[in-house]
């Protein structure tokens, strides 16, 4: 299956974080086969990345982000 070819965007002013970036680089091209159940692991990944890699409102205050329940 070829990769999708991701181009560097001269408008921005900063890199991708890696994980992120190897992430853009693993989707299939744009109308070839992407299976339902990888397409939802795959934004499963890109999401416990975001967890990694930024902080949420809470994380600021020496919380944990949304990973903190309180119970209700």
Known sequence: MP??????????????????????????????YFAKDDRKKWLQMMELSFDLIYEDENDADGNAGSEQHTGT
């Open 3 to 32: 990769k999708a070819k991701i181009e560097p965007d001269n408008n921005n002013s900063h890199e991708l974080d890696p994980i992120i970036d190897a992430l853009l680089i693993h989707l299939p091209a744009p109308g070839d």
